[in-house]
């Protein structure tokens, strides 16, 4: 659709897999998304049980995860943020590109007064090797490639 954005992560080491949906294998993103940059307006916590919490001013309201097998969009929710809606994924492993078609029609706004975090974890990991947002001195980078090179958060 017209609306729909494309959020564009690009990481060092992207491992090309032909056999996975998306493209590729061994890693898993989690972008979260705070759309009105009030401190506190949003979930701190993040994905997976044992995720550690961001500060106050980081609360997100909507999630994207991607891995081989897909991408999904997540919403703030009580008790627990909720799965909406499945996402159109690609890859480019040779660029180290991954690429999400976002819903327009769900993320409303100016994408420029958002605020962002992306998390990448290796496959086999539960905690983030690295992160990329306004927290990281929260969450240190101490994992091996890939690791986040650039995120180009969202282009038409």
């Known amino acids: 659709e017209s609306d729909d954005l494309i959020l564009t992560v690009t990481l060092a080491g992207l491992s090309a897999d032909p056999g996975a949906a998306v493209g590729f294998s061994g890693v898993a993103l989690e972008v979260y998304i705070d759309m009105n940059g009030l401190a506190g307006s949003g979930a701190t916590r993040l994905l997976g049980d044992r995720r ?3 500060a106050a001013r980081d ?46 029609r769900r993320l409303r706004g100016n994408p420029a007064g958002w605020g962002f975090l992306t998390l990448s974890t290796p496959d086999g990991w539960t905690e983030p090797a690295a992160l990329l947002g ?13 690791l986040l090179k650039a995120a180009r958060l969202f282009t038409k």
């Open 52 to 54: 550690p919490r961001v």
């Open 59 to 104: 609360a997100w309201e909507f999630a994207v995860t991607v891995d081989g097998r897909g991408a999904a969009l997540w919403r703030v929710g009580q008790p627990r943020p909720a799965r909406i809606e499945d996402l159109v994924a690609e890859s480019t492993p040779a660029r180290g590109e991954i690429r999400v078609r976002l819903p327009g």
């Open 134 to 146: 306004a927290a990281a001195e929260e969450l240190p980078p101490s994992g091996p490639p890939p």
